[in-house]
Nanobody, 124 residues
Framework: QVQLVESGGGLVQAGGSLRLSCAASGRTISSYAMGWFRQAPGKEREFVAA????????NYADSVKGRFAISRDNAKSTVYLQMNSLKPEDTAVYYC?????????????????WGQGTQVTVSS
């Protein structure tokens, strides 16, 4: 089992930045692919970014490319999402997820473990 706990969410003005963290416990995540997803009110959960176990291969949703950066520190069992140039449409609950397949993916069903989420609100 892997437990994931997100932190770092909050209220920020448009154009601002936030850094989300996802701390993993239980089984080591060093071989897992990790992803960030988000869900806005009344909308389906959507892919944001993913990173392979090595940290070298990353993938981003088109809507966040150039503004968000995913990274990981396997020694600390932590994954990060640096969010810059935030927009009101980035407002959502952000979830961290782990995939035992090790392959980065944007498909929700390929992730085995999920955190409880952290709220990000961007005001205009």
């Amino acid at each position: 089992q892997v437990q994931l706990v997100e932190s770092g969410g909050g209220l920020v003005q448009a154009g601002g930045s936030l850094r989300l963290s996802c701390a993993a416990s239980g089984r080591t995540i060093s071989s897992y692919a990790m992803g960030w997803f988000r869900q806005a009110p009344g909308k389906e959960r959507e892919f944001v970014a993913a990173i392979r176990w090595s940290g070298i291969i990353r993938n981003y949703a088109d809507s966040v490319k150039g503004r968000f950066a995913i990274s990981r520190d396997n020694a600390k069992s932590t994954v990060y999402l640096q969010m810059n140039s935030l927009k009101p449409e980035d407002t959502a609950v952000y979830y961290c997820a782990a995939s035992s397949s090790g392959t980065i993916a944007s498909t929700i069903t390929l992730y085995d473990y999920w955190g409880q989420g952290t709220q990000v609100t961007v005001s205009s």
